[in-house]
């Protein structure tokens, strides 16, 4: 498994993939039934484009605001998610992956249609979450992948999922080694505990000495005043909270905010 694949499909090493957070979808609680789909729409055009302008090497799309999450996702969700991603299509220029929180195989069904490069998930494990007893299934999700023609989709498994606990074991170690052995990863994720926690910079150096030629990223809580830092031992960092206005989860993605990050990041980059 090279650890080239970044290079390869998102044009750089330690990429930032950058999250585009749609709004509540139909049949989530939090749904804007006044403004529609339209409304939905609308906004993660504009999240989309000042992430793409501020520099960003890839875009991620989620269902965020689907809370509180499932672990098998109607098809309402994926059919809306769908939707919106073809609607963006024409002014997307960058790379993009998804995530369907919290399926894998779903998130690999909209990759297949949507022509997602790469798909962010828990693919193993069981936990205690806040969601309830959390358990999954790597080998059948992986068949699956196969089954739609979805097997040159990258699979980045998020080993630290955010509001949940390992059942079976704490070692971090032990869970990345154990990982990459039996399941072939193209990258782990390792996260703070929510969205916006900083990732610890010690469990991300523990991971990638253990599991050194697979790509660790950094999947929460970085910050342009800790991100030469966070990428100085991890692969590249998904990021989400910190391009939003204020740096707050709720608000909409901010392209000056984005674009100092990405500034500080090339740098850090044209530096090694």
């Known amino acids: ?6 290079k390869e499909i998102l044009g750089t090493e330690k990429p930032i993939i950058a999250m585009c957070h749609f709004m509540a979808l139909p049949g989530d609680p939090g749904f804007d039934k006044a403004g529609g789909m339209d409304a939905v729409i609308c906004r993660a055009k504009k999240e989309m484009l ?7 090497d ?8 689907s809370l509180p999450y499932l672990t098998d996702v109607k098809t309402e969700t994926v059919a809306a998610m769908a939707r919106i991603i073809g609607e963006l299509k024409a002014d997307l220029k960058i790379p993009f992956g998804v ?4 399926d894998p195989a779903k998130s690999l069904d909209l990759a297949a249609a949507t022509g997602a490069k790469f798909v962010r998930e828990i693919f193993t494990g069981v936990y205690a979450s806040d969601f309830g007893l959390w358990n999954t299934n790597c080998g059948e999700v992986v068949r699956h992948q196969h089954a739609i023609g ?14 949940a606990k390992y059942i079976q074991r704490d070692d971090i170690k032990q869970i990345a080694k154990s990982t990459v052995f039996n399941c072939k990863p193209d990258a782990l994720c ?53 391009f939003k206005k204020d740096g707050k989860f709720e608000n909409e993605a901010d392209e000056k905010r984005v674009r100092e990050f990405m500034d500080v990041v090339k740098k850090f980059r044209a530096s090694l």
């Not at 000042?50 to 960003?56: N, S």
């Not at 995530?99 to 919290?102: D, K, T």
């Not at 979805?150 to 509001?163: G, Q, R, S, T």
């Open 1 to 6: 498994m090279s650890v080239k694949w970044t």
């Open 50 to 56: 000042a992430l793409q302008e501020g520099g960003v």
């Open 58 to 65: 890839a875009i991620m799309f989620s269902n965020e605001f």
């Open 99 to 102: 995530n369907v929180l919290w």
């Open 150 to 163: 979805a097997e040159d989709v990258k699979l980045l498994f998020n080993i630290v999922p955010e509001a």
């Open 190 to 242: 390792v996260s703070g505990l929510t969205a916006g926690s900083a990732t610890d910079s010690q469990v991300l150096a523990e991971v990638k000495k253990e599991v050194p030629e697979t790509l660790v990223f950094a999947n929460t809580g970085v910050r342009i005043n800790n991100v030469e830092e966070q990428l100085s031992i991890a692969d590249g960092a998904v990021v989400g909270t910190t």
